[in-house]
Antibody
Framework: QVQLQESGPGLVKPSGTLSLTCAVSGGSISNNIWWSWVRQPPGKGLEWIGEIYHKGNTNYNPSLKSRVTISVDKSKNQFSLNLNSVTAADTAVYYC????????????WGQGTLVTVSS | EIVLTQSPGTLSLSPGERATLSCRTSQSISSSYLAWYQQKFGQAPRLLIYGASSRATGIPDRFSGSGSGTDFTLTISRLEPEDFAVYYCQQYGTSPPRYTFGQGTNLEIK
């Protein structure tokens, strides 16, 4: 059973960069699936941020594309999210997730990590 | 971008009752691209249904999905206490954004 675990600072200053890492265990990040980041502001719904394939191919949500970079480190079996120029609107629980059976869905999720943007 | 509209926003039912949740998409989509998730308070979402009607691993058979085109339904045949949660539908886009979610239905105990 593949497990995902997010890690990173819980507090980021406005205009700074939010950086998170998702460690993959119980399986290889080089499996033929895509790995995603999703966020959820407090009390609100889910927003997909972007995804990466182990070869480095990426897709981003157009609404965030100018500020987002997702990268992969196969040697550490993990992938990362960088979101720059953050504001209070970026305060959210950030989840990493993996593509599920059959594709077209997110079949496994990390527990999530709350990132607050505040001075 | 395809918009997903879930109804009702809140559904109040009792254990043992049947729950019917709706998800409508702004354009017709392939059934393969429609999924449902359950999210309990303080937890990550959990995949329930993929391909509109296929149950994910370990999901009880009281959960079922149906629909096609622009209208999709999640049915919980007999509610158990642990089923009270927020439910999201999701569609997959062939171009980004890859995943778009509905606003959620809050299934609460009556």
């Amino acid at each position: 059973q593949v497990q995902l675990q997010e890690s990173g600072p819980g507090l980021v200053k406005p205009s700074g960069t939010l950086s998170l890492t998702c460690a993959v265990s119980g399986g290889s990040i080089s499996n033929n699936i895509w790995w995603s980041w999703v966020r959820q502001p407090p009390g609100k719904g889910l927003e997909w941020i972007g995804e990466i394939y182990h070869k480095g191919n990426t897709n981003y949500n157009p609404s965030l594309k100018s500020r987002v970079t997702i990268s992969v480190d196969k040697s550490k079996n993990q992938f990362s999210l960088n979101l720059n120029s953050v504001t209070a609107a970026d305060t959210a629980v950030y989840y990493c997730a993996r593509e599920g059976r059959g594709g077209y869905n997110l079949g496994g999720w990390g527990q999530g990590t709350l990132v607050t943007v505040s001075s | 971008e395809i918009v997903l509209t879930q109804s009702p926003g809140t559904l109040s039912l009792s254990p043992g009752e049947r729950a019917t949740l709706s998800c409508r998409t702004s354009q017709s989509i392939s059934s393969s691209y429609l999924a449902w998730y359950q999210q309990k308070f303080g937890q990550a979402p959990r995949l329930l249904i993929y391909g509109a009607s296929s149950r994910a691993t370990g999901i009880p058979d009281r959960f079922s999905g149906s629909g096609s085109g622009t209208d999709f339904t999640l049915t919980i045949s007999r509610l158990e206490p642990e089923d009270f949660a927020v439910y999201y539908c999701q569609q997959y886009g062939t171009s980004p954004p890859r995943y778009t979610f509905g606003q959620g239905t809050n299934l609460e105990i009556k």
